[in-house]
């Protein structure tokens, strides 16, 4: 079996503030793999000097995490975290040489380095540019953010990224940059499908260092509050999410830069488009989805239970395994792979933290479908939210052509269909109407702040119709934390967004309006609970 590295440096900067240069199917069990997978993650939102915080760095890093042990085999304690105070220059380089140290890797294994934060590049006065990554501590007012010295002095150069990771037994690494700097680029060539089990061994032979960037060094990286990250994030997120439970769940790292071009490319009208290289190398690093590997004979998608008794949820299928926490008898649980030594992996959420491990396979019960129409009205509920699909978001929109924003486009759908939902803004239709599901956690109504902090509930309960609200940190913000849409059930077959077992029609600021798994997408981190009027 062969090892790899993949290295994802995630610079994060601040709503649309620059982070740019300047200021297959599953594989038969004879096919060697990747033994065992190894991860450090970084993010930090915290700066000082010249570098504004940022919003969404450390919940990036939390999100590879979890789509990293939830669906691509890495499990929960071979991921190392470091964010904001603990993501020092100093710590950084020591988990970076430590990944490299032969008494601790093995060309066996893979290691996956996330970084999520600043990244400034700044040009040399004999020509060139030196890009650095930012870690926490770096202080360097704006009035020197141009001076090389000083970032000589406190960041991280990425050629010493490089150095660094020189050492490393392992055969493949991957550099992921969300930021507008090449961090060594070198030649590319065009990206083919994972083929047959001889291609993929062959790609798996040969060594790859290998780069994907957020954008050109002229281009601007940004983050979107409505996303909860930057664009390239948000989409790396979509596009691994999504690939983990396709026919598409064995991939190189070409055809996850050829899918973010386009849908980066597409979000931002074309001002930020992905690049990638290979440094020297021929090799291709590999991706396969734990979800739908057929070697371990898992089944795709979310599946649904009901925990019947209290129970420990676990880090790992063996009973001494670490507990991570209990979840509650009654609470809801999405099972994300097969049962392995009577427990089975999965994820729910517990006092507002979302969990993922293992549960004894003879505590689950199956939960069924949500969303059944029981009449016309339901019925023509999604018949009615679907036809608005591709509408332009527009802030304060109303109608069709010029655009709408997502409080009245659910108002104006269920007026449709004879429904009295309450006008917009928002912050208004939340305070009305039945709350009728609610996940752990904190949540905003009538003026206050409420916790709820029971188990996770079935979301069968839910009907076409219900308004889905969405609430984000810092709930006592009046607009820039809310969003809402519909809930329209089990979508099947769909001929551009498939098939869903808890779909929601929204106004989405970058794609205007689509539809998004409530579960298995970003809305599931910053869903409140569902109202029906």
């Not at 240069?21 to 930090?44: F, K, T």
């Not at 939390?62 to 499990?75: H, K, Q």
């Not at 490089?162 to 590319?188: E, N």
Request: charged residues 20%; hydrophobic residues 40%; neutral net charge.
């Amino acid at each position: 079996m062969l090892g790899t590295v993949l290295l994802l440096l995630m610079l994060q900067g601040a709503v649309l503030q620059e982070r740019s240069a300047v200021l297959g199917q599953g594989r038969p069990a004879n096919l060697d793999w990747y033994r065992e997978s190894r991860a450090l993650v970084i993010g930090i939102d915290k700066y000082s000097g010249g570098f504004q915080s940022l919003r969404f760095a450390t919940r990036d890093a939390e999100a590879i995490r979890n789509v990293l042990v939830d669906s691509y085999g890495f499990s929960a304690d071979s991921v190392t975290v470091l964010l904001d105070e603990k993501a020092t220059n100093l710590a950084i380089r020591e988990e970076l040489a430590r990944l490299s140290d032969p008494a601790i890797m093995q060309q066996v294994d893979r290691v996956l380095i996330y970084y999520s934060g600043h990244g400034h590049t700044v040009k040399m006065p004999s020509g060139g540019e030196l890009s650095f990554l930012v870690p926490y501590g770096v202080d360097v007012d704006r009035d020197h953010l141009s001076n090389p010295a000083k970032f000589i002095a406190s960041a991280i150069d990425m050629r010493e990224v490089w150095r660094l990771l020189a050492p490393c037994p392992a055969r493949h690494v991957l550099v992921i940059a969300d930021v507008c700097f090449s961090g060594a680029m070198a030649t590319t060539r065009s990206a083919e499908s994972a083929g047959s089990d001889s291609v993929i061994a062959e790609w798996l032979r040969r060594p790859a260092r290998q780069v994907i960037t957020a954008g050109a060094s002229d281009q601007v990286s940004v983050e979107i509050a409505e996303l909860g990250h930057g664009v390239f994030t948000s989409k790396l997120l979509e596009e691994l999410k999504a690939r983990a439970i396709s026919s598409e769940n064995v991939f190189s790292a070409r055809n996850l830069h050829d899918a973010l071009s386009r849908s980066v490319a597409n979000a931002t009208s074309g001002s930020q488009t992905p690049q990638f290289s290979s440094i020297g190398t021929e090799g291709e690093f590999m991706f396969r989805s734990a979800i739908r590997d057929q070697e371990s004979g898992a089944t795709p998608g979310l599946r649904e239970f009901v925990v019947e008794e209290t129970t420990p949820i676990r880090e790992s299928p063996t009973r001494t395994a670490k507990q991570l926490a209990t979840v509650e008898a009654g609470s809801l649980v999405f099972a994300i792979g097969s049962a392995t030594e009577g427990r089975v992996l999965v994820k729910t959420v517990v006092a507002g933290i979302e969990v993922s491990g293992w549960i004894w396979e003879g505590l689950l019960r199956s939960v069924g479908p949500a969303g059944t129409p029981t009449n016309s009205q339901d019925l023509m509920i999604p018949i009615a939210a679907l036809s608005w699909l591709g509408t332009p978001y527009k802030w304060g929109g109303t109608d069709l052509r010029s655009g709408i924003d997502s409080s009245h486009f659910v108002t104006q759908v269920l007026r449709s269909v004879g429904i009295s939902a309450p006008p917009p803004p928002i912050i208004n239709q939340e305070n009305h109407g039945t709350i009728v599901h609610i996940k752990p956690g904190s949540y905003r109504r009538e003026g206050k702040t409420f916790s709820y902090m029971g188990p996770l509930l079935p979301l069968n309960v839910l009907r076409p119709g219900d308004r889905i609200i969405i609430q984000r940190a810092p709930l006592d913000d009046r607009y820039g934390s809310r969003h809402t849409g519909i809930y329209i059930g089990a979508l099947v077959d769909h001929s551009k967004f498939g098939s869903m077992q808890h779909a929601v029609v929204h106004a989405s600021s970058s794609r205007g309006v689509t539809v998004s798994d409530l579960v298995n997408s970003h809305l599931w981190t910053d869903y409140r609970f569902a109202l029906r009027d």
